[in-house]
């Protein structure tokens, strides 16, 4: 990807996930250059790209500001009913996504937290001061495995939940998304069958599709994560060269996975010595006072590569994440050497400073408090106004809800008639390759709990009424 393409993305991101709101104003040139540690002529091409996409906007002596909200209408040509047969799951992601960056579109069907939930102002200010001692910071310091300081934080985090991890052990990345690709490029190759979760996060899977891999699903439990007799049946009749899951508030469950499942798992995959890609980025967000345990706390052969971020922690947007790959440690830093060579020293310093500085363990406090108390509203207002027999998890982390409805109901159709509203849905076929889950949706339940959000929530349970009574006549 060129660097500009690759700057102008994240800008976008930030702007999508609400840390960049309409009409603010955003980074100069030469912030934004020593921000993504490019020429200020990568920054101008980057802006350029954004501008001609109408995201920023150009005021002259003064700088770039992201644009005003466009007015939306119930008919827009991009969520115009399409039928069920021609939907494919690409189609439906690209769909959900674009529908929660249309402003004014109320984003249920967001796989984001809320942006306002984080510090964002703070790590800003940490990031700014850095101007007034580069000497301090640059490219050639942060080259893999990344910035020592940050390492050190991290290391220490996983020390206070019971791990310990050398922060020599320990790859700064661009995202979890980055730390996952590195691992499944470390452990597989082109033509490998990786196994995933299914009901799991559609970006998942398209990763290891991108890689030109092959996607075994194997059945989750909706409460205790992956079955372990479907994932024994899968290795015994096909050769699995990883498995690739999330344990910890999976998403779109929020299925917790159980102490002693967890080691279960962990030696059973030891046993044909498959290795695990832990995707662990909701782990924080547990709403009992005791953090749950990753996977990689059991792990005695290095087989279990523990993959995380702080973009659902404590800085979105930002697009910092971490590996801790056991046994292929050094081919993980090998290959980020290869892919990208280093991410922005600003972010990784100010993160830092932020963890170092500042109580993360009060911040966390108060996101899991607020998470806890939206999960119960929202809970709630649909156990009120969502059709009779329809199921709800019973999330204790993360900030999803998973609803089966009843089988009458197609998720499909109430998704695109949820956009007609100016609402986004996520319909259970997201989180499948299969032509399943269609009668199941998950709702974000992390934006501050307003008015519109209740009512949004409650015109979703109507129309879900209607398609049931419609079916009924």
Known sequence: MKLYVNVATRIRAMIDEGVLRPG???????????KYAVSISTIIKAYEMLESDGIINSHPQSGYYVSAPKPTHSKRK????????ELTQAELVLSTLRSIREFGTVPLGSPFPDAHLFPIKKIHNYEKALNADE???GVLNDLPPGN???RQQIAKRYLENGL???PNDIVITHGATEAINLCLQAVAKPGDTIALEAPGYYALAQAVERMGMRVAEVRTHPTEGIELDALSALIQNVKVAAVLLTANFQNPTSALMPDDKKKALVALLAQHQIPLIEDDVYQELCFGDVTPKPLKAYDEQGLVLHCSSFSKSLAPGYRVGWTTAGRYGKDVERLMFLNSLSIPSAPQIAIAKFMKRDSFEQ???????????NCVLMRTAIEDSFPKGTKISIPTGGYVVWLELPEEIDSLNLYQQCLEKGISIAPGPLFTRKKELTNYIRLNFSHQWTPSIEQAVRTVGSLARKMLANHST
Do not use: C, M, V, Y
């Open 135 to 137: 000497a301090g910071w």
């Open 148 to 150: 020592e300081s940050l």
């Open 78 to 85: 991009d969520i115009q009913p399409k039928p069920e047969a």
């Open 24 to 34: 603010e104003k955003i980074f100069s040139l030469r912030q934004a250059s020593q």
């Open 164 to 166: 310990d991890i050398s």
């Open 363 to 373: 911040h966390l406090k108060s996101l899991r408090h607020t998470l806890k108390s």
